[in-house]
């Protein structure tokens, strides 16, 4: 049986009061707590810290991207990272939400090749190059990655938005590939059958 996690994580069997509330704050519309989530609670601290960060840079009623496309990127800095973790729960998202399998597909052959030019163009591709840079190449950033961005039709908000995807999974990746954390027992994908507003870790 894959453990779920490196280190130990604390079941909600054995929380007390004040890491239950906390858990509680952190539960996936299924009701579940995600090991993404779970794994901080020798820290609890830092699983509300996290669970907030998430919450604001991909589900802030702010954001203008497309859900889907933050998904997306969220997917690629996962694929970037290797961090399979991530990627399974993310990509379940993206693809549902682009509601067409055939374009889904073409999308994660391009991604898993690390051609995002081979499914996508314009504005779309350039944030694109922007969060594999900000991935690979974090030493390497100018101003002229945003002038680009800029010339594809960006506006400052949208490039803040896709900058806090990009930087919000680089962290993530970090933390449970890191941590050895595994999706078992976790129900893959944040929505329920009925609701495509949620998140997932």
């Not at 820290?43 to 203008?64: C, E, I, K, Q």
């Not at 961090?83 to 889904?104: I, K, V």
């Not at 090749?113 to 190449?137: C, I, M, V």
Request: with cysteine; glycine share 6%; proline share 3%.
């Amino acid at each position: 049986m894959t453990e779920p996690a490196w280190i130990r994580m604390i079941t909600d069997e054995e929380a007390d009061a004040a890491l239950s509330a906390v858990f509680d704050t952190a539960r996936t519309p299924h009701g579940t707590l995600d090991n993404v989530m779970r794994v901080h609670s020798l820290r609890p601290a830092t699983m509300t810290g996290h669970v907030t960060l998430y919450r604001s840079v991909l589900h802030s009623d702010d954001n203008t991207v497309p859900f889907w496309f933050l998904e997306t990127v969220a997917s690629y800095v996962s694929i970037l990272n290797t961090c399979a973790y991530s990627l399974l729960h993310h990509w379940a998202n993206a693809s549902r939400l682009m509601g067409d399998p055939e374009r889904a597909q073409a999308v994660r052959v391009a991604l898993d090749a690390g051609r995002p030019e081979d499914a996508f163009e314009g504005k779309e591709l350039a944030l694109l190059h922007y969060a594999g840079k900000l991935t690979t190449h974090v030493g390497a950033m100018v101003k002229a990655d945003i002038d680009a961005l800029h010339a594809a039709g960006c506006d400052d908000g949208e490039i803040l938005e896709v900058n806090q995807v990009v930087a919000y999974f680089n962290y993530s990746n970090r933390l449970l590939n890191g941590l050895g954390v595994s999706t078992a027992g976790d129900t893959v994908g944040y929505y329920k059958a009925t609701d495509e507003t949620g998140e997932s870790a």
